[in-house]
């Protein structure tokens, strides 16, 4: 006769029993992100009466509060701080087990949240990645546009595509296109203004500013490669769109900085004109993403695809210049 071991004690559990779904972990870190269930529930397709009902079983299982709630905001308790941060490293755990194991099968699967700024967003980043589907159809890919900064950590996002050399130090930065920014105006503005032959003559000019990512606003720091230089500017006009400041310049209302492959073909026409043309901007094309972000097989597969792509199709750039 064989004798049954059974195990007594308060304390003990059956495997699993007990234990959060990865699901439940993820509610919670988007909850987390967004300090709500409203645009939590959004962004995973999900009603807010069923993220609520998730993130209550997770505090069940977890015997502990995770959320200060209040009318207007959710905010983290001590507890669920500690928690978050398990469970992002959880998440990015089984994350990593079910890329390799598809890498594994010679396919990518999983999700890839990619931002990018409105304009080249629109007008190139929106084509890479369209080729990029049809090579990897298992993806869900989300494009999110924006002209504002962004961190990648608290919005979730994988990949950011900036243009612009200001990076942050605490990102990865893998260059993808070389790019300039350059002063444009139309022959009709500079016809009817003053003469423009120095940066100091920009404070009697009508400067378009762009208003994003950031920026110092009302300056233009400029460099002839060997120079730097900090334009203070005077301008009754500004806009956080880029494509408003294209806009304005191409009907005469002033002088715009705008990146080589955006006004390229308005200068091939001459419907703008490159004014000062020793200074520009550098604004290099980057991938921006974290060190966490760098060990998935899918961002590293994406990141290579958009190096070899905008090696192929280059950018429209002034020749011999960059």
């Given at each position: 006769?064989?004798?049954?071991?059974?195990?007594?004690?308060?304390?003990?559990?059956?495997?699993?029993?007990?234990?959060?779904?990865?699901?439940?972990?993820?509610?919670?870190?988007?909850?987390?992100?967004?300090?709500?269930?409203?645009r939590a529930a959004?962004?995973?397709?999900?009603?807010?009466?069923?993220?609520?009902?998730?993130?209550?079983?997770?505090?069940?299982?977890?015997?502990?509060?995770?959320?200060?709630?209040?009318?207007?905001?959710?905010?983290?308790?001590?507890?669920?701080?500690?928690?978050?941060?398990?469970?992002?490293?959880?998440?990015?755990?089984?994350?990593?087990?079910?890329?390799?194991?598809?890498?594994?099968?010679?396919?990518?699967?999983?999700?890839?949240?990619?931002?990018?700024?409105?304009?080249?967003?629109?007008?190139?980043?929106?084509?890479?990645?369209?080729?990029?589907?049809?090579?990897?159809?298992?993806?869900?890919?989300?494009?999110?546009?924006?002209?504002?900064?962004?961190?990648?950590?608290?919005?979730?996002?994988?990949?950011?595509?900036?243009?612009?050399?200001?990076?942050?130090?605490?990102?990865?930065?893998?260059?993808?296109?070389?790019?300039?920014?350059?002063?444009?105006?139309?022959?009709?503005?500079?016809?009817?203004?003053?003469?423009?032959?120095?940066?100091?003559?920009?404070?009697?000019?009508?400067?378009?500013?762009?208003?994003?990512?950031?920026?110092?606003?009302?300056?233009?720091?400029?460099?002839?490669?060997?120079?730097?230089?900090?334009?203070?500017?005077?301008?009754?006009?500004?806009?956080?769109?880029?494509k408003v400041i294209?806009?304005?310049?191409?009907?005469?209302?002033?002088?715009?900085?705008?990146?080589?492959?955006?006004?390229?073909?308005?200068?091939?026409?001459?419907?703008?004109?490159?004014?000062?043309?020793?200074?520009?901007?550098?604004?290099?094309?980057?991938?921006?993403?974290?060190?966490?972000?760098?060990?998935?097989?899918?961002?590293?597969?994406?990141?290579?695809?958009?190096?070899?792509?905008?090696?192929?199709?280059?950018?429209?750039?002034?020749?011999?210049?960059?």
């Amino acid at each position: 006769m064989v004798m049954k071991i059974l195990l007594a004690g308060k304390s003990y559990q059956k495997p699993l029993q007990g234990w959060p779904s990865v699901e439940d972990l993820y509610v919670f870190i988007s909850v987390a992100r967004y300090e709500g269930f409203g645009r939590a529930a959004i962004e995973l397709g999900q009603s807010p009466s069923y993220i609520s009902k998730r993130i209550a079983i997770l505090e069940k299982q977890l015997e502990t509060r995770l959320f200060f709630r209040t009318n207007r905001v959710m905010r983290l308790t001590p507890e669920g701080e500690k928690a978050l941060e398990g469970a992002l490293h959880v998440v990015h755990e089984m994350d990593s087990f079910l890329n390799n194991f598809q890498q594994w099968r010679g396919e990518l699967t999983g999700d890839l949240t990619v931002a990018c700024s409105f304009g080249f967003g629109q007008d190139y980043l929106s084509d890479a990645i369209a080729e990029f589907m049809t090579r990897h159809p298992s993806l869900n890919i989300k494009l999110m546009l924006s002209d504002r900064d962004i961190d990648l950590l608290q919005s979730g996002t994988d990949v950011d595509i900036r243009v612009g050399d200001d990076v942050n130090n605490a990102y990865i930065a893998r260059k993808l296109a070389a790019n300039r920014r350059i002063l444009c105006a139309t022959a009709d503005y500079l016809a009817r203004s003053r003469p423009l032959e120095t940066l100091d003559d920009l404070i009697d000019h009508s400067c378009l500013i762009i208003n994003e990512n950031n920026n110092t606003f009302g300056h233009w720091t400029l460099t002839d490669g060997e120079n730097k230089i900090v334009c203070r500017l005077n301008s009754h006009y500004s806009s956080n769109s880029g494509k408003v400041i294209l806009n304005w310049a191409l009907k005469s209302h002033g002088i715009a900085l705008r990146s080589v492959w955006d006004v390229a073909p308005y200068l091939s026409e001459n419907q703008l004109l490159h004014v000062l043309p020793q200074w520009y901007q550098e604004a290099n094309v980057w991938a921006v993403y974290t060190q966490r972000a760098s060990e998935s097989p899918r961002i590293k597969v994406f990141i290579d695809f958009l190096v070899d792509y905008f090696a192929e199709k280059s950018l429209p750039m002034m020749k011999g210049k960059l």
